[in-house]
């Protein structure tokens, strides 16, 4: 015989175990490895409240953050015809079309034009998430006519970095787009047509060592991983553990390699300071 | 009493060996010839194409990198810059020139030159042989990526003929550093590579001995690069290889050097800019 008995029955709806949905409505900083609500980590551009740690965004997140409103995007369908026949673990040519099915996009970079705090420029942002935001044809081939447009109309061009470097691939053909968008980046030099590079977590090999380091300005968001080699790569060569914050942005600072480190939620302003004291104030 | 020792077992079947090993894709024959110990190295090259050479050092801001040798010679009479990659024989060679792995100051060093002879208006060869850009602590903190970003960028507006050849190994972003040139040329067994075939397979397969299998899928041989419209053309090569007989090699590359200059030289600076500028252009219209 129990030494308790519930005198009244149990109240509607109080059976068993309370079940609340939540799976995919926390997570947990990188940073700081605190429980946070997705929907104050999304409000805030994915960097955390609690410890600034900066998330990856993707590419659509990252245009809507820079432009005031609507953009127009260029280039969509420029799509990789797998010039070398590339098998891996499974070909290629699959794992692009997984690929572009996943994220909506035909290769790892949006090419837009809009507005910027009232002056028209154009982003190219890469998506870290299309096969790590690695440079082929396509993305070669879609900043080289950004640069070219950018060039004939007179507008300012920013390149958002993303990327673990040249694709692998589409082998000496990535390469080559390391050649091909410094050489225009040189005519739109010679133009004096402003380009701004925004290196972001992470950004790394020959995107590093073409484009994102031949900006009229250089600028990172914080701790973000920048580098030529990765450090895997340099602790196999010199076996040794690399020290803390190497190759992250305040490193590259102190080096003397970027301009400056902006958290991502005053990269709009910076830029659009920088615009106006290059060109001088919308018109 | 103990177990008897099975006997070996008269009747087991016997591993036997269907096919002798399956010699070496043409890809990887390619990657080792390319690496052979005894391979021309651009120093062999420069004393049998060059009277008068005279190096110059250092990138006036750091220190003199000895994995790139740069200088003045004179070529069948004509005056020209020479900026090359240079890999060491013997160990201590080896060490000297960090396994032909330039650091920023060697980058430096070959924009320095190459604005030189810009200036004066002498043509540049530039001899491209190296496993690649130095990957270590000091080249990432003295801006290897920026030192590269910015040759690449500068060498596409030289006024004067830029001729480039790969005579080994061209070794991703580390080649293409001095690679921005009117005529891009390979020597017959050389390749030219965005990863190492062993990074690659330590990517793909995890597991660095299959470099072989990434070999033949990068297609990094001299005839994949011109069949993408990568490079200009192909510097045969004597025999089994440049190793079996310098000279040739180098009589072959006098031969298309030769012709190269023929053809750059009556161009205006303005000209080879462009022309330069429109090679690059059109690389990689793989769309679908």
Same mark, same amino acid.
């Given at each position: %015989?129990?030494?308790?008995?519930?005198?009244?029955?149990?109240?509607?709806?109080?059976?068993?175990?309370?079940?609340?949905?939540?799976?995919?409505?926390?997570?947990?900083?990188?940073?700081?490895?605190?429980?946070?609500?997705?929907?104050?980590?999304?409000?805030?551009?994915?960097?955390?409240?609690?410890?600034?740690?900066?998330?990856?965004?993707?590419?659509?997140?990252?245009?809507?953050?820079?432009?005031?409103?609507?953009?127009?995007?260029?280039?969509?369908?420029?799509?990789?015809?797998?010039?070398?026949?590339?098998?891996?673990?499974?070909?290629?040519?699959?794992?692009?079309?997984?690929?572009?099915?996943?994220?909506?996009?035909?290769?790892?970079?949006?090419?837009?034009?809009?507005?910027?705090?009232?002056?028209?420029?154009?982003?190219?942002?890469?998506?870290?998430?299309?096969?790590?935001?690695? %440079?082929?044809?396509?993305?070669?081939?879609?900043?080289?006519?950004?640069?070219?447009?950018?060039?004939?109309?007179?507008?300012?061009?920013?390149?958002?970095?993303?990327?673990?470097?040249?694709?692998?691939?589409?082998?000496?053909?990535?390469?080559?787009?390391?050649?091909?968008?410094?050489?225009?980046?040189?005519?739109?030099?010679?133009?004096?047509?402003?380009?701004?590079?925004?290196?972001?977590?992470?950004?790394?090999?020959?995107?590093?060592?073409?484009?994102?380091?031949?900006?009229?300005?250089?600028?990172?968001?914080?701790?973000?991983?920048?580098?030529?080699?990765?450090?895997?790569?340099?602790?196999?060569?010199?076996?040794?553990?690399?020290?803390?914050?190497?190759?992250?942005?305040?490193?590259?600072?102190?080096?003397? %390699?970027?301009?400056?480190?902006?958290?991502?939620?005053?990269?709009?302003?910076?830029?659009?300071?920088?615009?106006?004291?290059?060109?001088?104030?919308?018109? | 009493?103990?177990?008897?020792?099975?006997?070996?077992?008269?009747?087991?079947?016997?591993?036997?060996?269907?096919?002798?090993?399956?010699?070496?894709?043409?890809?990887?024959?390619?990657?080792?010839?390319?690496?052979?110990?005894?391979?021309?190295?651009?120093?062999?090259?420069?004393?049998?194409?060059?009277?008068?050479?005279?190096?110059?050092?250092?990138?006036?801001?750091?220190?003199?990198?000895?994995?790139?040798?740069?200088?003045?010679?004179?070529?069948?009479?004509?005056?020209?810059?020479?900026?090359?990659?240079?890999?060491?024989?013997?160990?201590?060679?080896?060490?000297?020139?960090?396994?032909?792995?330039?650091?920023?100051?060697?980058?430096?060093?070959?924009?320095?030159?190459?604005?030189?002879?810009?200036?004066?208006?002498?043509?540049?060869?530039?001899?491209?042989?190296?496993?690649?850009?130095?990957?270590?602590?000091?080249?990432?903190?003295?801006?290897?990526?920026?030192?590269?970003?910015?040759?690449?960028?500068?060498?596409?507006?030289?006024?004067?003929?830029?001729?480039?050849?790969?005579?080994?190994?061209?070794?991703?972003?580390?080649?293409?550093?001095?690679?921005?040139?009117?005529?891009?040329?390979?020597?017959?067994?050389?390749?030219?590579?965005?990863?190492?075939?062993?990074?690659?397979?330590?990517?793909?397969?995890?597991?660095?001995?299959?470099?072989?299998?990434?070999?033949?899928?990068?297609?990094?041989?001299?005839?994949?690069?011109?069949?993408?419209?990568?490079?200009?053309?192909?510097?045969?090569?004597?025999?089994?290889?440049?190793?079996?007989?310098?000279?040739?090699?180098?009589?072959?590359?006098?031969?298309?050097?030769?012709?190269?200059?023929?053809?750059?030289?009556?161009?205006?600076?303005?000209?080879?800019?462009?022309?330069?500028?429109?090679?690059?252009?059109?690389?990689?219209?793989?769309?679908?």
């Amino acid at each position: %015989m129990p030494w308790f008995r519930r005198d009244k029955p149990l109240a509607k709806g109080e059976e068993g175990e309370k079940h609340v949905r939540t799976e995919g409505l926390w997570l947990k900083c990188e940073g700081c490895r605190q429980i946070i609500w997705k929907k104050d980590l999304e409000a805030n551009w994915n960097v955390c409240p609690k410890c600034g740690a900066h998330a990856r965004i993707d590419a659509a997140a990252r245009l809507k953050l820079l432009f005031d409103g609507p953009y127009e995007v260029l280039d969509a369908n420029l799509c990789s015809s797998d010039p070398l026949g590339f098998v891996d673990a499974k070909p290629y040519a699959e794992r692009l079309a997984a690929t572009q099915a996943a994220t909506g996009l035909s290769d790892a970079l949006i090419s837009a034009a809009g507005t910027l705090a009232g002056r028209r420029v154009h982003i190219c942002a890469m998506e870290p998430k299309f096969i790590g935001g690695s %440079m082929g044809c396509v993305v070669g081939e879609k900043i080289t006519r950004a640069i070219e447009r950018s060039l004939e109309q007179r507008v300012p061009l920013i390149v958002v970095s993303a990327s673990g470097g040249a694709r692998m691939q589409e082998g000496a053909i990535s390469l080559m787009q390391m050649a091909k968008i410094s050489a225009a980046l040189m005519r739109l030099d010679e133009a004096k047509v402003p380009f701004l590079s925004v290196l972001t977590d992470p950004t790394t090999g020959g995107v590093t060592a073409s484009f994102a380091m031949l900006g009229d300005l250089n600028i990172a968001e914080p701790k973000a991983l920048i580098g030529f080699a990765g450090p895997r790569v340099i602790e196999q060569t010199i076996r040794q553990k690399l020290p803390d914050g190497f190759q992250r942005s305040e490193f590259l600072l102190q080096h003397g %390699m970027l301009d400056a480190v902006v958290p991502r939620v005053r990269m709009k302003e910076y830029l659009a300071n920088a615009l106006t004291f290059f060109c001088g104030p919308v018109t | 009493m103990e177990p008897e020792t099975p006997a070996p077992d008269a009747h087991a079947a016997p591993a036997l060996t269907p096919l002798p090993a399956p010699p070496p894709s043409k890809a990887w024959q390619r990657v080792l010839l390319a690496r052979h110990a005894k391979r021309p190295h651009s120093l062999d090259y420069i004393e049998r194409l060059f009277t008068h050479f005279h190096e110059i050092h250092g990138d006036r801001a750091f220190a003199d990198d000895p994995a790139i040798v740069a200088g003045m010679g004179f070529f069948e009479e004509r005056p020209l810059m020479v900026v090359a990659e240079q890999k060491g024989r013997d160990t201590k060679q080896k060490l000297l020139r960090n396994f032909g792995m330039p650091k920023p100051e060697g980058y430096r060093k070959a924009l320095r030159v190459m604005q030189i002879a810009a200036k004066f208006g002498r043509p540049i060869l530039t001899l491209l042989d190296t496993p690649g850009a130095y990957p270590g602590i000091d080249a990432e903190e003295r801006g290897q990526a920026e030192a590269i970003a910015r040759n690449l960028r500068e060498m596409s507006r030289l006024p004067v003929p830029v001729i480039c050849v790969v005579i080994g190994e061209g070794g991703s972003g580390g080649a293409l550093a001095l690679g921005v040139g009117n005529f891009v040329y390979m020597m017959e067994n050389a390749v030219y590579s965005v990863i190492s075939p062993e990074s690659c397979a330590a990517i793909i397969y995890r597991d660095a001995s299959r470099g072989e299998a990434a070999a033949n899928a990068l297609r990094l041989t001299a005839e994949d690069l011109l069949e993408f419209g990568l490079i200009d053309g192909i510097i045969p090569e004597p025999g089994e290889g440049a190793h079996t007989d310098p000279d040739a090699a180098a009589g072959a590359l006098r031969e298309t050097l030769r012709w190269a200059l023929d053809q750059l030289t009556p161009l205006t600076g303005a000209q080879l800019v462009e022309h330069r500028y429109d090679k690059f252009r059109k690389m990689g219209n793989f769309f679908l």
